[in-house]
């Protein structure tokens, strides 16, 4: 949602995706986003995340 970017909300929900795993112990997070979301990568990176792969999927939306 345009109107929220810049609130702080994406880094709160990434936050409590991180706390649920660990809770699970889990040895890995991973996220995934697509690269043409600028704000979404920089934030994601702002809290230690590295980019290790890309690929390149095709979405069909029903539209002709």
Known sequence: MPEAQGSGLGAVL???GIRAGETLRTSRVRVVTEAENIPACRMYQ????LLTSTELVWH???EH
């Not at 702002?46 to 995340?49: A, D, L, T, Y």
């Open 60 to 62: 069909r939306t029903g």
């Open 14 to 16: 990434l936050q409590a």
């Open 46 to 49: 702002r809290h230690g995340f």
